[in-house]
């Protein structure tokens, strides 16, 4: 069964950086998908990054040239380097796996989350 803890998140200021991390454990050899997602009150869970086994990489447009995923398979570990950091940035952060069919299958094993405060 995959297992993921989220853990870097915190408060800092506009335009500061944190990087997230995820332990994963239990994840299938390949044909899997990593994504980093975000919840602010009120708002909706937004899809930030995705990584698949591959090494392809994909992001949400609010993050674009701000953000990068990674993934070191040595430490069955998943990254979230998030730089220029802005209010609206503020949420929950969360990691979580899918199988990846041609497309990204169902996010169905999630972690506890880890909380980003970005002030102004």
């Known amino acids: 069964q995959v297992q993921l803890v989220e853990s870097g998140g915190g408060s800092v200021q506009a335009g500061g950086s944190l990087r997230l991390s995820c332990a994963a454990s239990?994840?299938?050899?390949?044909?899997?998908?990593l994504g980093w997602f975000r919840h602010a009150p009120g708002g909706e869970r937004e899809g930030v990054a995705i990584?698949?086994?591959?090494?392809?990489?994909t992001y949400a447009d609010s993050v674009k040239g701000r953000f990068s995923i990674s993934s070191d398979n040595v430490n069955n570990a998943l990254y979230l380097q998030m730089n220029s950091l802005k209010p609206e940035d503020t949420a929950m952060y969360y990691c979580?796996?899918?199988?990846?069919?041609?497309?990204?299958?169902?996010?169905?094993?999630w972690g506890q989350g880890t909380q980003v405060t970005v002030s102004s």
């Open positions: 239990g994840l299938r050899a390949s044909n899997y998908c």
């Open positions: 990584f698949r086994y591959d090494g392809t990489t």
């Open positions: 979580a796996e899918a199988r990846w069919i041609g497309t990204c299958l169902n996010f169905g094993y």
